[in-house]
Every structure is written in structure tokens, then in C-alpha cells.
């Protein structure tokens, strides 16, 4: 085990900024993929560990006007158990609920996979088809500031984000899907628990007159970030969805992707995973 | 009046395991958990490379840093070669050779000291050109892996009989295919573990070690440390799982021997998850041949057989499986002409050793494979064509198999109409051009193994020795290890069964090799068998001095007496003539005193293979059908097993809940060998030495088993009962490939039948076998 130069748990954001502010600071919140990385000798242990499980106000779910934010500590399985959430953004909770073990979704949190930046990332792909942007705070004339990134403009490469090393991930904020919004996610592992993402797909948008208006796609494992894929949405949005087009525009998103070989799958058979699995997903989205 | 007794049985009753509570509610102490006082951590430290010259090693800096004790290399020790072929040092001075390979081990006073003095060891090597692919091993330029075989051949084996041109000119269909099997490892939940701890005054040595085999290691251990045998003592704590793995002596034995010799303090070396990936031995991978005759009346003419194994770089118990395969090819059914060649040659990846099927596994594979084929070649349905070609009891195989008892066309049978075979074999190849993109398919295999232990070694018995105190209470001192097979309650089982007690008044003492007399270990499905036999020898000595006793106080002749429910009974009535704990202080409580101590050695009525491999090696066989219901996702290639209907001739079942057990273990295992384990080795490396990458079945994805068990009542066996322990992990990766073709209408000739592999196969773009 790696010996931590020094511990922190601060209870206040105020505190947990001001940290993050004297530079070298690790921050630990469910630790299930934190703790692999230190298992591994991937951390340098001349960082302070942070852990900011005692901040309670980065813990809670809210329902606002426009749209629902959720507190970065939030454990994958109050996603998945929250009674609202469930029927306001029922993609949340499915997704959760293909999420590792049971285990890792009782410790794992929200910001901490957003974080993580895996290509993988089971969360990803779903805050992404649905326009997800996450706060960031970071310490500013001894006070706390925040600015909003778009999910999609987030992830910049494996395990690399937007996030300054003086920022915190604070809360994830999702807009209320439109009137007739519908969205499906699948994920595809080769177990149906404990499994890596081989590739993750979601598809959602307005379906209407044999249109899927306002579309929206996301892929994951299948590139270096979780991304939207904006040709294959341009196509859908072109023309009315028959069984035809929908092959067509399986072959766009299989063309779209940049997968790579790994001990999980080929590039070649992620790819035809992404086409076959964007046609069924795509049919699942436009089937009334 | 006396009380009635009426005869009570445990056998076949559903009895929870022994060490089942323990286990379960965490409180069994395995080697992890014992500590002994001075203890240090070893820790081994392993070459990076796959094949490269040892230049030089620098343990300065090691052995300065405080707290570590002791620090070794190749020059520090005796280093005599282990492995079945004795080409393996403990320590590596000249030259690595695959990716697990040892150059030096520390002795500190806590792990992070010892992973530190690792850290600053320095190696100096020189590359040498490598070798992976088994099937370039024996090209002329290949490099050399071990220099005393510059043909990089380890081993060859040869079996024939009958004549097979005789056998192909009376065939109608001849069809040959080559087979490829891959890396798995046993994953036991216990990672490898010895303590090694030496007497100060009289410099005896204790080891606490998870060996399958304690007695043959006992002897092994006293060659390679150059000690009188009589001076190692070997204690084995609770194991957490052998499946094969502990029946050889790795390096990290010695080697820890070696520390604690240097130290002066007992070491204890234990492997972490990844270590237990990277450096215990894997199930023996294999390329394979098969050329297969039949009449068009369905019957089978011969079978040709070529296959070549990767040894790795050393040798272990993977490279003699042929023992074991070859008995599938030339005996399962009735094959007159057989030919057989196998040649195991060196390479730079890991080696494998002895695993649960031990060859098995991957010679039904190929054998089911080409049942199926035959019989649709000549229009047979599989199930007819099997009963038809089947071995049957009093048959003696060409290979001199004597089957006493043979329940295989029951197995046939039962799994076939329990499982609705027939039916749904037929309706799910109508399905098969539907445009259903979910596929449905059954498949069965069969399989034939060694039943009644192996002939192997100069004795396949087991001795033991049995005492009875004076409140009746049993003690069972056996020379079989428990490793979770549940051996310790079915002896004790059949042990009450010869003298009328409760399961609780039986202890089992069988970790100590200076307590419990000798047995050739924990292999070949052998343990109920052999030492179950063993036992009931002893408790009938026990029982026969007993009743002559009881005779003599109760002036009724011992053949008019029983034993039952702790109480010398007349064996007609069942009337109590007086308890046994009061019988037995009688005895001892006298002028002339007795102890009831019995010992009892059972040598099974096998034979050792002649030089031609020929010969009734096992008192008993065990035999089953296996049929298997799956779905394959034509999307995604994935292939979900729904159902699992076995059929085992098993002799008799002892214990119904043991047996169970063992049999769902053996189809989950047979299932992640199948279906999602893969050892992946690429260039000699590991590529996913963890269970996130390397899957084993989880929860969700075991089928729903139906078990139905063929009560053969083997004359030879305890209570009637074969071993079983190997035979249901056999069946599966066969059945499932058979049921694949039947959803699909594609052959898979490659496990494991991953998602890409099978979606490849489907799509028409698999990589062509090739040797």
C-alpha cells in the first residue's frame, strides 16, 4: 500500500477548495477506481488525499425549474433508487442499474466516474444523450466560484478532463427532456454484471411523423472519450426513419467511431457492434 | 425391556459438509491467516522477460536495507530442478525462460520491506530470441528453451491399437478437423501459500502447505533440500481450493524453505491475486488433430489422433495429460482402430499443470465434436448414434479399460429425455433460418473418466487409521486431504455406517503427515473411492474387535450382534444390549487393557499401464452425459447457457448434498472454459492477470441444472459409490459447441466461444485453425 504523505477531510466546500488551491491534492470520494490506481502504484503518494465524503452539501438530489442537479457524492445507487429520478429521467436509473456490482455502486459516485474520464464510464453515455453540463468550483477572492462546462465538451481524452487540478466537481445539472423526449441506452459487456463496457450506445430524441426530431447520440468505449456522435445525429435527423434508413445510418455511426484493439474486443468487432446495436437501439427509440 | 434400535442409514442422505460453517461464516483459518512467532514475509521477486540470459544480479542494496533477513539467489541455493521432468530450478541463475521466472526471493520483516528490497535488486540481462508458438517449436532455426532438449521436444506419446487403414478402408465417411484449446487457470478463491518453519534445536522442518499431494511432496521436498525425509513434517492448514494446482512442487516451495534456512526464522510466502494469475500453473493448452471413420450403418471404424502441446517453458503435469486423453479417444465408445501421437514441446510462455478433467476436457471436445458429425454424416440422429457406438458393462476397451460397471447409456438416455433432446433439436434447427436474430440450440457430450482412482504411481492406496475412546467417540486419522471436495464427512459417513454412529461422534484428522498414515494425495477423482474404502476397512476391524468383545460380556455369538445408534443391538431384534462407550471402558478399564485402534491399507484392484499405455487402470469408471441449452444473440455473438440437464453414473450417491455440489461446480467450471475464461498470452505475457479481465462465471449467468444420478452400484466402490470429482467439468465446452451448430449451423473448432470468436464464425471471418 502506498504511504500517503498526508490526509485531509474537509466538511465544508469552502475548505475543500481552498485545498485544492495549494496544489498536489488527490481527491477521493467512493474510491472504486481511485483505490485500483493506488493498488496498482499508479499515484503518486507525495499527494495529499482529500477525501470529500464529509462535504454534505455536494450529497443531494434537487429538482429545480428547469432541470434536476445532482450532487457529485451521490452514490450509483441513489440514482438508481431515487423515486423522482426514476420517472423524470428513467435513463439515469437504467443505466445505473448496468452498473458494475452492487458493491461498487454503493460506493461509487456520480462526479467520481465522471471524473474518472473512462472511455468506458457507464454514466457517461447517458448524462451525455441527455445534454448533462457539471459544475465546477474552484476558490476565488477567498470565496468559492463555479463555472459550467457542457458534458460533451468535458472529457478531452482518456482519464483527462477540463477540471483544473484547483477544481472540484461539484454537481452534474441535466434539463428536463422536452414533451415526447424518449431515449434508450444499451450497454454491452460480454457478463451481464461486474463487466467493462465492450461499447455503450444511447439514442434518444422527438419521435414524430416518422422523424426523430432533436436527436441525440452517444457512444462509449469506443474512442478515446465517451462522444457525441453529431455526423450519425445529422443523418438521422435528414430523413424519416424506415428500417432501410435505419441501416444506412448504422453504417454512418459504425464509420463515426474510432475504436481501438484491447484485451475486451477488436476495433473490427466493435465496430460491427456499434452497427448492429445502433440499428436495434435505433429501432427500440422509433418503435411506437 | 431393552429398547428397539432400528437401522439407520446416512448414506445418500443430503448432509451438510463438515467444514461447511466454518467456511461460511468466515471462521476456517487458512494459510493467510496463520501466523507463526518470528514469522518473516517472502516475497519472490520475477523476471520481466520472456527469454534472456542472466548477466548479472545485484542484491547489495537488498540485503543492506534494515529489516530484511535474508536475500537469495540461483548461487545461494542447492537449486535442484523440479517439475515432472525435473528441468525447473527454484531459483534462475543462467537464464529466463518464460515471464513467471524466479531470480530471487527476500526474507523481511513485513511485506512492504520485502517488496522494497525486491525493488532494489538489480538484473542485468541479455535478450535472447524467443519462442511462442508451439507450432514453430520444432522448426530447425527455432531458438533452444532448455539446452538438454535441443529438439524442444519434451515429451511424445504413442498408443495405438487395431489397425487404422484397416479401420478407414471399411469406412464409409471419413472426416478429419483440427481443434484448438486455450490457457484457463483454477482460480482457486485460497491464492498459493507455505510457511516454512525449522526447529532450532533439532533442525526438523515444518511446513504448512495447501499441497494436494502431502506425502509425495514430503518426499520430493526431502530431494530437493538434500534432507532426510524423515525430518520434514507437512501440515496442511484448511485449503481454499486444489482443483490440480497444488499437485505439483513450484518454486515458491523451496524457495521459501530456503529463506527461512538463511533467516533463521520461519518464512512465510504467500502470492498475491496477480501473482496466483502470473506464476501458478494453467490447464495444459493444445492444438489437436482428429481423424474419424463410420460405416453408413453407423459405426464407428477408427480414430487417428495428432496433437501438439505447449509445455511452456518448464515441465509440469500439463504436458503429460495424453495419459488421460487418450483414454477418451480409444475407450469412451467402441473405436476398434485407434492411433494416437502426442508431442509436447518447449516454448517461452507459462506452463501448465495437472487441472480438474486433467486433458479431459479438451480431448471430449473434440471427440463430441465429431460424434455429431459422424452421425449427421450418415444420418443418424447424435443420441442413437452415441447409444449405438457406446461402451456397455463387462466390455473391456482396446485400450484394456474393464468395465465392471458402465451406466453410460442410462446417461444417454436420462439426460436426453429429461431435456426434451429430441424435440428441441429438431424444432431449433427449423428455427435456424427464421429471422429471429436470437438463435436457440442443444447440444450434448459425454464423457468417460477414471472412476476408482489411477494407477499411476508404484501404490494408489491410502491408509487408515482409526480410534475409538472410551465415550465411543471416533477418530478418523486418514492420509486424504480435504480440499473442499467434501471427503472428510463422506468418510465419516462411511464410517458410521459400519458402527451404528451419529456423524458427531466422528473427528477427522488428515493434515499431518506425522499423524495420519500415507496416501498418494488428492488427484483423479480418487479420494471417496480409495480412502473411502480405506475407511470402511478400518471401522470393519473396529467393528469386528468390538462385537468379539461384546460377545465375550454379553455370551451372544458376535454374529447375532450389530452395531446401532451408539449401541451393541442383537442384529435381528435391534434389542439394546449395552451401550458402546460402556462396552468400550470396559475394555479399557481392566487388568488386561484395550484400546480399540484399528489400521486398515486398501490398494485398489488396478493395474499399472504397460509400456504401451495399455491396462485397467482404475478399479472403477465414472460416466456422463451432459446436454446444454443455449441462446446465441446473432448481433453480438453472445451465447447465454439456460439449462444444463447431466446425467452421472456416480456408482452410488453418498452424499446427496456433496455430490451436488461437486457436480454444479464442475458444470460452472466446465462452463467458464467454455464460454468466458481465457488466459490471454501475448509474446509470453499475461495480458489480464485479474478477475475484471480474466472472467469466471458469475451469479447470474449459471444455468439451471438438473441433476439426475445413475446408481450403478460399483462392486469395487465404498457403499457402491465411483468418484466423481473431475467428471462434470468434462462435458460442457463440447456440449455447448455442439449446441451452438444446432442454433446456427456453424462449428466452433476454438474455445472459449467468446462474443467476437462465435459473432466471427457466424459472419464467416474466423481465423483458420492451422498447424
Redesign the interface.
Known amino acids: ?1 502506498t504511504n500517503f504523505k498526508s490526509y485531509l477531510a474537509p466538511a465544508t466546500l469552502d475548505e475543500a477548495v481552498d485545498q485544492l488551491n495549494q496544489g498536489n491534492v488527490t481527491v477521493l470520494a467512493g474510491g472504486s477506481d481511485l483505490m485500483l490506481r493506488v493498488g496498482a502504484g499508479n499515484y503518486d503518494p507525495s499527494h495529499t488525499l482529500m477525501n470529500i465524503l464529509k462535504i454534505n452539501e455536494l450529497r443531494n438530489i434537487s429538482f429545480e425549474d428547469n432541470e434536476v442537479q445532482i450532487g457529485t457524492l451521490t452514490t450509483i445507487t441513489e440514482i438508481r433508487e431515487d423515486p423522482e429520478l426514476s420517472i423524470k429521467m428513467p435513463l439515469l436509473g437504467q443505466a445505473a442499474d448496468q452498473f458494475a456490482s452492487m458493491q461498487i455502486r454503493n460506493v461509487g459516485t456520480i462526479g467520481g466516474n465522471i471524473c474518472n474520464a473512462s472511455p468506458a464510464g457507464d454514466m457517461l453515455v447517458p448524462l451525455l444523450l441527455l445534454d448533462a453540463a457539471v459544475e465546477l468550483a474552484r476558490q476565488s477572492d477567498g470565496g468559492v466560484a463555479s463555472r459550467r462546462v457542457a458534458l460533451k465538451d468535458f472529457f478531452v481524452g482518456p482519464g483527462k478532463t477540463q477540471c483544473q487540478s484547483n477544481e472540484l466537481l461539484t454537481r452534474v445539472s441535466i434539463p428536463f427532456s422536452k414533451q415526447g423526449f424518449r431515449a434508450r441506452f444499451y450497454k ?1 459487456g ?7 463496457s ?1 461499447v455503450s450506445i444511447g439514442i434518444g430524441g422527438i419521435f414524430n411523423n416518422g422523424y426523430l426530431q432533436a436527436p441525440r447520440v452517444a457512444f462509449g468505449a469506443v474512442a478515446p472519450v465517451p462522444f457525441m456522435a453529431l455526423k450519425t445525429m445529422k443523418a438521422i435527423e435528414q430523413s424519416p426513419l424506415d428500417s432501410e434508413r435505419i441501416k444506412e445510418i448504422a453504417e454512418i455511426a459504425r464509420d463515426e467511431i474510432k475504436p481501438i484493439d484491447d ?4 476495433a473490427w ?1 466493435r465496430k ?2 456499434v452497427h ?2 445502433t440499428i ?1 437501439v435505433l429501432s427500440d427509440v422509433t418503435d411506437a | 425391556m431393552a429398547a428397539i434400535i432400528e437401522k439407520e442409514s446416512l448414506i445418500g442422505k443430503a448432509i451438510p459438509k463438515m467444514d461447511a460453517p466454518g467456511k461460511v461464516s468466515g471462521h476456517t483459518r487458512y494459510i493467510h491467516d496463520l501466523n507463526l512467532p518470528g514469522q518473516l514475509i517472502g516475497r519472490i521477486l520475477r523476471t520481466d522477460r520472456v527469454h534472456a540470459r542472466i548477466i548479472s544480479i545485484d542484491t547489495k542494496e537488498a540485503e543492506a536495507l534494515p529489516g530484511v533477513h535474508a536475500v537469495i539467489t540461483a548461487k545461494d541455493v542447492p537449486n535442484k530442478p523440479l517439475g515432472v521432468t525435473k528441468d525447473n530450478p527454484p531459483l534462475k541463475g543462467d537464464k529466463v525462460r518464460c515471464e513467471r521466472d524466479e531470480i530471487a526471493a527476500v526474507a523481511a520483516e513485513t511485506e512492504a520491506l520485502a517488496e522494497q528490497a525486491l525493488s532494489l535488486i538489480k538484473v542485468e540481462y541479455e535478450e535472447l530470441p524467443a519462442l511462442f508458438d508451439p507450432r514453430q517449436a520444432l522448426l530447425e532455426n527455432a531458438p533452444v528453451i532448455q539446452e538438454s532438449k535441443p529438439d524442444n521436444i519434451s515429451m511424445e506419446f504413442d498408443y495405438s491399437h487395431g489397425d487404422v487403414e484397416q479401420g478407414e478402408a471399411e469406412s464409409d465417411v471419413v472426416i478429419e478437423d483440427l481443434f484448438k484449446l486455450h490457457y484457463v487457470t483454477h482460480c482457486c478463491m485460497g491464492a498459493s501459500g507455505v510457511i516454512a518453519d525449522f526447529d532450532s534445536t533439532s533442525g526438523n522442518l515444518t511446513l504448512y502447505s495447501n499441497t494436494q499431494v502431502p506425502f509425495l511432496h514430503k518426499r520430493e521436498f526431502a530431494s530437493v533440500l538434500n534432507m532426510d525425509p524423515n525430518r520434514i513434517r507437512i501440515i496442511q492448514p484448511p485449503i481454499g481450493g486444489g482443483f490440480g494446482s497444488k499437485l505439483d512442487i513450484y518454486p515458491f516451495e523451496p524457495i521459501a524453505v530456503f529463506l527461512a534456512q538463511k533467516a533463521r526464522r520461519p518464512v512465510k510466502l504467500t502470492f498475491s491475486r496477480e501473482e496466483e494469475f502470473l506464476a501458478s500453473p494453467t490447464r495444459q493448452p493444445a492444438y489437436l488433430r482428429l481423424r474419424s471413420g463410420v460405416t453408413k450403418e453407423g459405426v464407428l471404424t477408427f480414430r487417428t489422433l495428432d496433437s501438439l502441446l505447449d509445455n511452456g517453458a518448464y515441465t509440469s503435469w500439463g504436458a503429460t495429460i495424453p495419459f488421460v486423453m487418450m483414454q477418451t479417444f480409444s475407450s469412451l465408445y467402441r473405436v476398434p482402430h485407434c492411433l494416437y501421437h502426442t508431442t509436447t514441446v518447449y516454448t517461452n510462455n507459462p506452463y501448465a499443470g495437472s487441472f480438474r478433467g486433467y486433458g479431459n476436457l479438451q480431448a471430449t471436445f473434440c471427440v463430441e465434436a465429431h460424434m455429431d458429425k459422424l452421425a449427421e454424416a450418415v444420418g443418424i440422429d447424435p443420441l442413437r448414434f452415441r447409444l449405438k457406438n457406446a461402451q456397455q458393462a463387462g466390455e473391456t476397451s482396446g485400450q484394456g479399460m474393464h468395465f465392471k460397471s458402465c451406466g453410460f447409456k442410462e446417461c444417454l438416455t436420462t439426460a436426453a429425455a429429461r431435456s426434451d433432446y429430441a424435440i428441441k433439436r429438431e424444432q431449433n434447427l427449423k428455427a435456424q433460418g427464421d429471422d429471429n436474430a436470437v438463435k436457440k440450440g442443444i447440444g450434448m457430450a459425454s464423457m468417460l473418466h477414471v472412476g476408482g482412482g489411477a494407477k499411476i504411481y508404484p501404490s494408489d492406496g491410502c491408509g487408515t487409521i482409526l480410534k475409538m475412546d472410551d465415550f465411543g467417540h471416533v477418530t478418523l486419522m486418514t492420509g486424504a486431504s480435504e480440499i473442499g471436495q467434501g471427503s472428510e464427512t463422506v468418510l465419516s459417513q462411511l464410517v458410521c455406517e459400519e458402527l451404528g454412529l451419529p456423524l458427531s461422534a466422528v473427528t477427522v484428522v488428515n493434515n499431518d503427515t506425522d499423524i495420519t498414515p500415507w496416501d498418494v494425495g488428492v488427484h483423479a477423482s480418487r479420494t471417496t473411492f480409495i480412502a473411502g474404502n480405506s475407511a470402511i476397512g478400518a471401522a470393519r476391524l473396529a467393528r469386528e474387535k468390538i462385537l468379539n468383545a461384546a460377545a465375550g460380556t454379553t455370551a451372544m455369538p458376535a454374529d447375532q450382534l450389530s452395531l446401532r445408534g451408539g449401541c451393541i443391538v442383537i442384529d435381528e431384534s435391534g434389542e439394546a444390549v449395552i451401550t458402546l462407550d460402556k462396552l468400550l471402558r470396559s475394555l479399557h478399564f481392566q487388568e488386561r487393557a484395550e484400546l480399540v485402534t484399528t489400521s486398515f491399507y486398501y490398494e485398489p484392484p488396478s493395474v499399472h499401464q504397460d509400456k504401451a499405455f495399455k491396462g485397467d487402470v482404475s478399479a472403477s469408471y465414472a460416466w456422463a452425459t451432459q446436454v446444454v441449452e443455449i441462446e446465441v444473440d446473432t448481433l453480438t455473438g453472445v451465447v447465454t447457457l439456460n439449462r444444463c440437464t447431466a446425467a452421472h453414473d456416480v456408482g452410488r450417491v453418498l452424499n446427496k448434498l456433496g455430490i451436488e455440489g461437486q457436480v454444479e461446480g464442475g458444470i460452472v467450471m466446465g462452463q467458464g472454459y467454455a464460454l468466458t475464461e481465457d488466459l490471454l498470452i501475448d509474446e509470453g505475457h499475461c495480458q489480464n492477470p485479474n478477475f475484471r479481465d480474466y472472467k469466471l462465471i458469475t451469479a447470474p449467468e449459471i444455468p439451471e441444472i438438473d441433476l439426475s444420478f445413475i446408481e450403478t452400484m460399483d462392486g469395487e466402490g465404498p457403499q457402491g459409490a465411483k468418484g466423481i470429482g473431475e467428471a462434470p467439468a468434462i462435458c460442457m465446452a463440447a456440449a455447448i459447441a455442439n449446441a451452438l451448430y444446432n442454433a446456427t449451423g456453424v462449428r466452433i473448432y476454438e474455445a472459449p466461444f467468446s462474443p467476437e470468436k462465435v459473432y466471427r464464425a457466424l459472419k464467416g471471418c474466423s481465423q483458420p485453425l492451422e498447424w
Open positions: 500500500m454491452f460480454t457478463r451481464p454484471a461486474l463487466d467493462i465492450t484485451v475486451r474486443a477488436t468487432y460491427q457492434l448492429n446495436l436495434k
